[in-house]
Structures are given as C-alpha cells and as structure tokens.
C-alpha cells in the first residue's frame, strides 16, 4: 500500500518561503506532483514533475516562486515556496501519478492521482 507523508507546513509571513517534503512508502518513479485547497474551495493544482524528473509545470499562480524537486534516493518529493503570499493559506496535498502517467502536464487534473497524502497546513500572514 503506497503511503505519502507530508511534512514542512506551518506559518510564516508573506514573503517568507517554505520547504514542504513528502515521503513516499515506495519508490517515486511516477509523476508527482502537489495541490492545494483553501477553505471552502476546490483542490487546484500547484506543480508537477514527470517520472523522469526532466520536467516540471506550474500553475500560473505560483509560476516563478515555487520550484518542485524529487530525490529518488530517499523516495521523496519537495516543494520549495518562495515569496509567499496571503493567497497561498491552504492545505498542501502530495500526489502520485496513476501508473503510465509520465507527463509532468497530465498531473493538472485529479483525475490522473493514484494517491494523495494526508495534507499540511500551510498558512501566511499578512
């Protein structure tokens, strides 16, 4: 059974940055990827890696602040947010692609996770 733990979130100031992490009970070697949801929202997504960890896709939100890596190493995934804003309160979901998902692209839409970790709370303030 695959399992994906969350760990980083917590409050800080905008403009602060966060590094969220995420561990994988099994290897990586799928596209991952986070969301996030807002109270009272939907679950968008944030950034995605394809299974070679060669590419990577942003939402437009958070294009140019926040970076997605993977370290197959120790089966993990990170999300370095930079420049944090009010906007980006929420709780951040890691995700694993659906088997034969190897795009980072096909990682926009919910449809194509396979798992979802449990979610951190990541909360700025103004």
């Known amino acids: 059974q695959v399992q994906l733990v969350e760990s980083g979130g917590g409050l800080v100031q905008a403009g602060g940055s966060l590094r969220l992490s995420c561990a994988a009970s099994g290897r990586t070697y799928y596209a991952m990827c986070w969301f996030r949801q807002a109270p009272g929202q939907e679950r968008d997504f944030v950034a995605a890696?394809?299974?070679?960890?060669?590419?990577?896709y942003y939402a437009d939100s958070v294009k140019g602040r926040f970076a997605i890596s993977r370290d197959n190493a120790k089966n993990s995934v990170y999300l370095q947010m930079n420049s944090l804003k009010p906007e980006d309160t929420a709780v951040y979901y890691c995700?694993?692609?659906?088997?034969?998902?190897?795009?980072?692209?096909?990682?926009?839409?919910?449809?194509?996770?396979?798992?979802w970790g449990q979610g951190t709370q990541v909360t700025v303030s103004s």
């Open positions: 995700a694993k692609g659906k088997p034969g998902i190897t795009l980072a692209q096909s990682m926009g839409v919910t449809a194509n996770v396979g798992y």
């Open positions: 890696l394809s299974v070679s960890g060669g590419s990577t």
